[in-house]
């Protein structure tokens, strides 16, 4: 179990720098800091997926608590107020964090509160595959009854934006046994079910919160939000409200039965895994990213997001929590360890069978996008990603059919389409190598840009898509064998190894040892010291064996490694950033210029155990144990997108990231790098002495 103590919990600003997160399985979510302050624009109790996973909508954003003993009139403590609130000039009111004992995260966040001898346990929790959240109050110690207001306060609004005061919020409320139904912003449903409750109508409007994470990314962190009114509810010793918010009639819903039913079904995620701390808490974060996607089918057999008819049973992989929607690189980097480390594998199967539908001119899209908008395809490695996964899912469930008569098809449109050229200038040279790019694109995983500059062009050959190109060939090779082919194989073979011939030629770099990061193009050998070299060893066909793969992995564990991640660039590189932060030009200027990543961790346990084979598995092990603080920080029970390059290593960007997630998952399981010291690893950083380990 993660937990926070009280020492923690009351300190403000160490308490706003971690968050909790819940999901839906649509791409909604519930999440704030574990004290309740929200710090960030995407923060609320019932933030919407509209036209999963897509459309998400701000429609609630808190339901503060404040306890009321006595009568009024008489002597006592009167009102405890709960909630916490960031306001400027740093003013932080309600102070309801001091009544914080903890907060624990273990198949959901729970929190408990103490105050004048009432013991006040809050458990919050997601429906999957609804846009509910339940909230439930249980009273576990209480001298005598008392009264629970709840401060409802509406945002209503698109999860990039901020609310501010207007005349846009509707304020007309049903109200009938204890339902609260509201329409916001003119059309979209919002029902607040509070058993037993009284509701007091009085609209108002509450000004000028403060989000200091929006603030530390230069970006806009004022919001007014909206209170149609306030409940009440009497409460005593013993007793457990169940409280629903949804955008569907909760009527004759029961928020204890959705929540036991939720409960079971997180129980079974975890129930045939290993008994490991650390890959339970990984496999719930992984469940969080693996969404329904509505793809509306357009002529003939591609998906688009327009036009057709809605076709609702395909799944997808939401790339990071809070910002982004799914991406084809990050699904197929992502759908091995999210999916099929896990056993999901009718999940990984979808997942492929959506992304073989929305192949164009032999591309995976780069992202579907928000509001009915058509897909981009710029990239060039998610559709090479594509490959592996495949692959993957072919080696743990063996299921030839589907690969073969649905996937086989699509794999050979992308390979004649890589040979005559897409998109982008993506086209095979008469070397054999893969060259990609155009002037102002980004199509590698470097994309940061910043209007028309590209951070890191990478245009030409980068060394991970040479990687990842002879990936593609020998597995489309092993494919066509499988099916009856071999002909046909022997020639994507003879392809495969012109282009592994020609890498081993152009791509050493004989001064530094290493292998060149691009040939660009103009045929320049660019000798960045970048992670990317890592894929011509860690994918299932290496480029490199032997010395020279020793030799690139030693380099990169003494000058890119951390137990976070791998930097992008060493220290010694002019181009080296060792803070990722401010607006929006130094956080995408820093992106990949020495920022660590996550993410690469997997493909670097890969190399470390094909270059040292079972001897690494030590090292491994070590590599999965020094991580696992991070379980405790930032998001609780996930891990997030990127870090500082250097010590103490700050988390940064999004708090929960599907890759991320799903590498240290796929290591884990694949290596069988199960901790022995379950515990040790999932407490506050400095409880335990190496004594008491």
């Known amino acids: 179990m993660l937990t926070k103590n009280r020492a923690v919990l009351q300190n403000f600003v160490d308490a706003t720098q971690h968050e909790w997160l819940e999901t839906n399985g649509l791409g909604g979510w519930a999440s704030s800091s574990i004290i309740g302050a929200h710090t960030r624009r995407y923060h609320g109790l019932l933030v919407a997926a509209i ?10 954003s808190k339901l503060d608590e404040t306890i009321v003993i006595g009568q009024v009139g008489e002597t006592g403590p009167g009102r405890i107020e709960l909630g916490v609130n960031l306001f400027p000039d740093h003013t932080v009111h309600p102070n309801g964090h001091q009544y914080l004992n903890n907060f624990t995260k273990e198949l959901f966040p729970q929190w408990e509160f103490e105050a004048e001898g009432i013991k006040l346990k809050k458990t919050i929790a997601m429906v999957h595959d609804e846009n509910t959240v339940l909230v439930i109050y249980d009273v576990i110690e209480a001298p005598q009854p008392f009264t629970l207001e709840l401060l409802p306060l509406m945002a209503a609004r698109g999860y990039h934006s901020l609310a501010h005061e207007g005349p846009q919020m509707h304020w007309h409320v049903d109200f009938e046994n204890g339902i609260f139904h509201n329409q916001p912003d003119g059309k979209t449903d919002v029902f607040i079910s509070v058993p037993g409750s009284i ?19 230069g970006l806009d962190y004022t919001e007014d939000l909206f209170n149609h009114g306030i409940f009440s509810v009497q409460l005593k010793q013993g007793d457990s409200l169940g409280i629903i918010v949804s955008t569907r009639n909760p009527e004759g819903r029961n928020a204890h039965e959705l929540i036991t039913r939720e409960n079971m079904r997180r129980q079974l995620l975890v129930s045939h895994q290993p008994d490991d701390e650390v890959f339970e808490q990984l496999t719930l974060a992984a469940d969080q990213f693996i969404v329904k996607r509505r793809i509306k089918l357009s002529e003939g057999s591609q998906v688009s997001s327009t036009g057709g008819n809605l076709e609702e049973d395909f799944k997808t992989i939401i790339a990071g929590y809070h910002w982004f929607t799914d ?73 030839k059919e589907f690969v073969l008569n649905e996937i086989l098809p699509v794999l050979k449109e992308i390979i004649d389409w890589h040979y005559k050229g897409t998109r982008y200038n993506i086209h095979v040279t008469d070397d054999g190598l893969l060259f990609a790019g155009e002037e102002g694109q980004q199509l590698t995983w470097m994309d940061a840009r910043i209007g028309n500059w590209v951070v890191t062009p990478r245009m030409g050959k980068p060394v991970e898509i040479q990687a990842l190109w002879y990936n593609a060939l020998m597995i489309f090779a092993e494919l066509l064998e499988l099916n009856g082919q071999p002909d046909d194989a022997g020639m994507v073979n003879m392809s495969a190894e012109k282009a592994k011939k020609s890498f081993g030629q152009q791509f050493w770099y004989v001064e530094g040892n290493y292998l060149y990061d691009n040939i660009n193009e103009k045929g320049e050998r660019i000798a960045e010291f970048r992670p990317n070299q890592l894929f011509a060893i860690s994918l299932p066909y290496q480029l490199i064996e032997g010395d020279k793969a020793k030799v690139v992995l030693q380099h990169i564990t003494e000058h890119l490694y951390t137990p976070v991640g791998l930097k992008t660039l060493p220290q010694g590189d002019p181009h080296y950033i060792p803070v990722y932060g401010g607006d929006q030009y130094h956080r995408d200027s820093s992106y990949h210029e020495g920022t660590v990543w996550s993410w690469l961790l997997g493909p670097y346990v890969d190399a470390i155990i094909k270059v040292n084979g079972t001897i690494g598995l030590e090292q491994a092990q070590k590599v999965i144990n020094d991580f696992a603080y991070h379980l405790n920080e930032a998001c609780i029970g996930s891990v997030s997108e990127i870090f500082d390059a250097e010590p103490p290593h700050h988390p940064r960007g999004c708090i929960a990231q599907a890759w991320s997630v799903a590498e240290i998952l796929r290591v884990i399981k694949d290596y069988q790098l199960f901790s022995e010291v379950k515990s040790a690893t999932m407490v506050e950083k400095g409880t335990l002495t190496e004594a008491q380990l």
């Not at 036209?51 to 609630?60: G, Q």
């Not at 109508?201 to 530390?216: D, G, K, L, V």
Request: aromatic share 14%; net charge neutral; hydrophobic share 35%.
């Open 327 to 399: 991406w084809g690189r990050d699904t197929m980097i992502s759908l091995p360890g999210l999916c099929l480390s896990t056993g999901r594998f009718d999940d990984a199967k979808k997942i492929l069978s959506a992304f073989a539908k929305s192949v164009s001119q032999g591309m995976l899209p780069n992202r579907f996008q928000d509001n009915g908008e058509a897909p981009e395809y710029n990239n060039v490695d998610g559709t090479l990603w594509y490959f592996i996964a495949v692959n993957k899912y072919l080696e743990a469930t063996g299921d």
């Open 51 to 60: 036209v999963p996973p897509a459309e998400r909508m701000v429609l609630l």
């Open 199 to 217: 509701y007091q109508h009085t609209p108002r409007w509450f000004n000028n919160f403060q989000y200091s994470a929006e603030q530390y990314r």
